[in-house]
């Protein structure tokens, strides 16, 4: 009976998710309201005290949707603290961390504590407990959001020291505040059960501590064992679910058997799952497989988990802690500001950041929302009103944080809009020798695709309008040597006579030095003289058998290569990027959808294995999707 009922109950959740879903897509899309956003409120409309479609004592049979939720925001949390991508900036995350959770914190309790008798739920209790409460609070404001900032920083195509910074302070304060919280925690429910705080309370709590980051160790091996496997894509996905969700499971039984001295023995789930996932991102060779499959998962997990916490809020509750709410968004901003120019100054970074460096820090998610449920759901007597008010306030974090950040990119010059990043010295240029329909549609092609493009040729009547042409008399180095060619990145030699490209190719071997020169040749027996030079060749009638044969053995691949998959795309990348120095390719943190084809080192192609390191002037070539392309760009060129 009761599986039939919690059926019943999944039915109907998973048919209010979907509508959530949707119905929070549209309001993206018609009015930019945040998707989080969306979701909650969808959930609240569907919940309880509204349409009950939801009914308020379902919600305890379908706590376990939430569990599994919270493992895979740690795990997701812990995957996106990468040690070695943070080197260069390690003094600067410090401080700021240090600003933001340690003022964050002092500043927010004690502010919530002085304006208790504004807070409903808090009036008429003890000095103690208010400051309890006051230290929650001050807890879930330390929390931040790395998905929407990673989100912002892509739209933005930002890079720099300023973005850098804020990433790495922003992951490592959601690590951070998740012990935090099992501290706060910890200290709450001893003082409100009314334990006291002594020394045998200490020991207990570093002891729970010190065995929740074994067990993430031991997770971590677990996922690892797991990843190790020739399991398909899905399967592992619905494993690392199971995983998290044995977290949660082996956490309620430790909580409700072991008793040390009196007091109860708990572990803290959320440090164990990022923990465990921070092994797998930065101590074994899986890391690319675990975060995608991550990737992929979590925005079915944030549908459920989001839906699920407006179904559990209260409207009318909703209504009458706003006040309360705007009031503590504005104390949480304050303390924001205070934190930002403690850390600008401490790590003596630009007093310029000062004014901006709270910006973006706004934004809460997942782990903030998470950390607020376990505290409802601890405390029902006044844990929905909490949970209620912190609700409300991330709402308005989401809605105010988002423009902040993009501001403060814009504001330090670290956005790199679409349609300024191909006109900067970057820029790639070429120059094609002779014209004809092949030489046309090559500089249209690579025109499209953002380069600069210029054709020489002997013709003088010609009507070209959108290439430029530069005319010669001869096809020879006399004349050659007349124009003003700059430095071309690529030279293509097209003309129809072998030996006036070889002349050509010569000349600008001797003068201009060897950029990436291509020939097509009528014949083959100038090929040799050619490939002294570094001249790539093309031989029509041999390019055109190996071009077949290709397509006949990698169809796939080679349709990539040429184009004809519209929505993959090559590219050669110089590794410019001083924090890339010396890191492992298998550290790299690229898009899900890119990989490295080549890697050419002072002109000679490297044999690449995970443990090649990176050098400046690397060229590496990537496949992989244009949006995707068009960020590794950004990030090795920086």
Known sequence: MMDVELLKYLTGFFVVAIAAYEIAKFLQRKIHFPLITGLILTGIL??????????????????????????IIAFSAGAELHLEE??????????MSIGQLGVTFIFSTLFVYLIEDRIPFMQGMSSAVRWAI????????????PSSAIAIINEMRARGPFVKTAMGVTVVIDVLVIILFAISFAVVKTIINGDPLNLNFLLILLLEIAVSFILGYIFGK????????????????????????????????VSHQAEISGIHFELEPLLIAIIASFYVTNYTSFNHEFEEIIFKISPYIYIIFFTLTGDSLSLQTLIKVIDVALILFVVRV????????????????????????????????????????????????????FETIIIAIIVLNQIIGPPLFKWAIKYVGEAHKKQDYRVTDTQHYAVIFSLDSISLALAHLLKKKGWNVKIVT?????????????????????????????NPDSIILLYPDDEKNYEIAEWIYETIGSPNMIARLESGS????????????????????????????????????????ENQDTIDV?????????????????????????????????????????????????????????????????
Do not use: C
């Open 222 to 253: 677990i996922l690892e064992l797991l990843l190790r496997t020739k399991l398909h894509f899905n399967i592992k996905a619905a494993f690392i679910i199971l995983i998290g969700y044995s977290i949660y499971l082996l956490n309620n039984y």
């Open 526 to 565: 100038f090929a040799p003289k050619f490939k002294e030079i570094g001249v790539k060749v093309i031989e029509p009638t041999a390019a055109m058998v190996n071009l077949l044969d290709h397509l006949v053995r990698a169809p796939e691949a080679t349709n990539i290569l040429l184009g004809f998959d």
């Open 458 to 486: 002997t013709q003088k009547n010609y009507n070209i309008q959108d290439i430029d042409v530069l005319q010669v008399d001869e096809y020879n180095r006399e004349s050659i040597s007349r124009l003003e060619l700059g």
């Open 86 to 95: 943070l080197r260069s900036r390690l003094k600067s995350i410090k401080w």
């Open 46 to 71: 569907a919940g309880s005290s509204f349409l009950d479609f939801i009914p308020e004592y379902a919600l305890p049979k379908l706590n376990f949707l939430n569990e599994i939720a919270l493992a």
């Open 334 to 385: 304050v303390t924001l500001i205070l934190g930002g120019i403690f850390g600008v100054w401490a790590a003596k970074e630009p007093m310029k950041y000062a004014k901006i460096a709270w910006m973006p820090y706004v934004t809460q998610a997942g782990v903030a929302i998470g950390l607020t449920t376990m505290v409802s759901s601890a405390f029902p007597d006044w844990g929905h009103e």
């Open 574 to 638: 110089e590794v410019r990027n001083p924090d890339l120095f010396g890191l492992r390719i298998r550290d790299l943190h690229l898009p899900q959808d890119v990989i490295i084809l080549s890697l050419k080192r002072k002109g000679n192609t490297v044999i690449t294995h995970g443990y090649t390191q990176l050098r400046i002037g690397d060229i590496l070539t990537f496949v992989g999707s244009k949006e995707s392309l068009e960020q590794v760009r950004l990030r090795f060129e920086y």
């Open 134 to 145: 006051a230290m929650l609070f001050g807890t879930i404001f330390v929390a931040r959001s």
